[in-house]
């Protein structure tokens, strides 16, 4: 895992880089100057090419630098800064980070709709390849956002920290392999719409974000990981008798299990009735407690119809409901706990999920 030196240090290779380039093209540019001042003179490029008669020249040859003729891949940093602006953000050619996006637009003062933007400039942005999600759009001033594509990535912290104009979140593809969210939405104070895609499957919070609406914390909700897994196990008698003695031929039941004696079981019907199954047979290892659903099996030849239809069953199945024995946190806060049913909340908890 990079360290913050190794950050430090991409962050000086890609400062000496723009240094370089904008001397190239005839702008008086020093490495003693801070990426604040550096910015703002990429824009000075093209006034040049202009004045000097080049037309787009020198804003082609600048961009075709500063994005490897379309091929840059390590977007690091790339257009962090307040000297990053409306004026002086023009790329030629579609945006694809590869691996790490930290910092790509952290704290740069490019303001208003990204999606428009880009569709101003005719590219895209593509994160689709993008493994690790960092700081990508710290304190930036964006108020739309498109399509932000992890469903590759394996982290995604601060990735929105302390983004307060934010209004819009077009798109979020998230994927179970995502392990931290931390900071990911603070300060959002302005969110209001949101749709996920894929599973959430960290610990997330949406507090400061008060302003969703209904269908973008619903859209959180569905997104969740159901972390509830079931799994069945069926039990067969193999002794010389009939195990079970059961009044009537149902053979599945929805209960919850009321209580566990030495020789019955009793089951609690969907309509208020106790029902007892004696055990007559040896099914001491049989994991009932706690089951969701059990399935009663029987053979008709056992069926005594001078019995009054009880129905002596050979072997029962047993469908267990476990979940992670982790804790997993999505923090809405009061105010958008309030717009929800507890119908809706419960789509959360079911999944084994605790909300907060």
Same mark, same amino acid.
């Given at each position: 895992?990079?360290?913050?030196?190794?950050?430090?240090?991409?962050?000086?290779?890609?400062?000496?880089?723009?240094?370089?380039?904008?001397?190239?093209?005839?702008?008086?540019?020093?490495?003693?100057?801070?990426?604040?001042?550096?910015?703002?003179?990429?824009?000075?490029?093209?006034?040049?090419?202009?004045?000097?008669?080049?037309?787009?020249?020198?804003?082609?040859?600048?961009?075709?630098?500063?994005?490897?003729?379309?091929?840059?891949?390590?977007?690091?940093?790339?257009?962090?800064?307040?000297?990053?602006?409306?004026?002086?953000?023009?790329?030629?050619?579609?945006?694809?980070?590869?691996?790490?996006?930290?910092?790509?637009?952290?704290?740069?003062?490019?303001?208003?709709?990204?999606?428009?933007?880009?569709?101003?400039?005719?590219?895209?942005?593509?994160?689709?390849?993008?493994?690790?999600?960092?700081?990508?759009?710290?304190?930036?001033?964006?108020?739309?956002?498109?399509?932000?594509?992890?469903?590759?990535?394996?982290?995604?912290?601060?990735?929105? +920290? $302390?983004? =307060?104009?934010?209004? &819009?979140?077009?798109?979020?593809?998230?994927? @179970?392999?995502?392990?931290? #969210?931390?900071?990911?939405?603070?300060?959002?104070?302005?969110?209001?719409?949101?749709?996920?895609?894929?599973?959430?499957?960290?610990?997330?919070?949406?507090?400061?974000?008060?302003?969703?609406?209904?269908?973008?914390?619903?859209?959180?909700?569905?997104?969740?990981?159901?972390?509830?897994?079931?799994?069945?196990?069926? +039990? $067969?008698? =193999?002794?010389?008798? &009939?195990?079970?003695?059961?009044?009537?031929? @149902?053979?599945?039941?929805? #209960?919850?299990?009321?209580?566990?004696?030495?020789?019955?079981?009793?089951?609690?019907?969907?309509?208020?009735?106790?029902?007892?199954?004696?055990?007559?047979?040896?099914?001491?290892?049989?994991?009932?407690?706690?089951?969701?659903?059990?399935?009663?099996?029987?053979?008709?030849?056992?069926?005594?119809?001078?019995?009054?239809?009880?129905?002596?069953?050979?072997?029962?199945?047993?469908?267990?409901?476990?979940?992670?024995?982790?804790?997993?946190?999505?923090?809405?806060?009061?105010?958008?706990?309030?717009?929800?049913?507890?119908?809706?909340?419960?789509?959360?908890?079911?999944?084994?999920?605790?909300?907060?």
């Amino acid at each position: 895992m990079p360290t913050t030196a190794d950050y430090l240090n991409d962050l000086v290779t890609q400062k000496q880089a723009l240094v370089d380039t904008l001397n190239n093209y005839g702008v008086e540019a020093s490495s003693s100057e801070t990426l604040n001042t550096l910015v703002p003179k990429v824009d000075e490029v093209y006034s040049k090419g202009q004045t000097a008669g080049g037309g787009d020249n020198h804003y082609d040859t600048f961009w075709d630098n500063y994005q490897d003729n379309g091929s840059r891949t390590d977007y690091q940093y790339a257009f962090n800064g307040v000297g990053w602006t409306n004026e002086t953000f023009k790329p030629k050619y579609d945006i694809v980070p590869v691996t790490e996006t930290y910092g790509l637009f952290s704290r740069s003062c490019i303001q208003d709709d990204l999606v428009e933007i880009c569709e101003e400039q005719g590219i895209t942005l593509d994160f689709s390849k993008a493994t690790k999600f960092e700081c990508t759009f710290d304190s930036s001033k964006f108020t739309r956002i498109g399509v932000i594509d992890a469903s590759n990535s394996n982290r995604f912290n601060q990735v929105f +920290y $302390n983004c =307060t104009n934010l209004e &819009t979140i077009g798109l979020l593809k998230l994927t @179970e392999n995502i392990t931290s #969210y931390i900071n990911a939405f603070i300060r959002c104070t302005a969110l209001q719409n949101i749709e996920i895609e894929g599973v959430i499957g960290a610990n997330i919070s949406f507090a400061n974000s008060t302003l969703l609406t209904h269908d973008s914390l619903m859209s959180i909700i569905n997104g969740l990981k159901d972390y509830y897994t079931v799994v069945e196990k069926t +039990y $067969n008698y =193999t002794g010389s008798v &009939t195990p079970f003695i059961f009044n009537g031929v @149902e053979t599945e039941i929805q #209960y919850s299990i009321e209580k566990i004696t030495e020789n019955a079981i009793y089951i609690y019907l969907a309509d208020g009735s106790s029902v007892e199954v004696s055990v007559d047979g040896d099914f001491s290892n049989a994991e009932i407690e706690g089951a969701e659903k059990i399935v009663f099996h029987y053979d008709e030849s056992l069926v005594d119809p001078e019995a009054n239809g009880e129905v002596g069953f050979t072997s029962f199945t047993v469908t267990m409901a476990t979940t992670s024995t982790e804790t997993h946190t999505l923090t809405l806060g009061s105010t958008n706990l309030a717009k929800l049913t507890d119908e809706e909340i419960a789509i959360a908890t079911e999944k084994g999920w605790t909300l907060a």
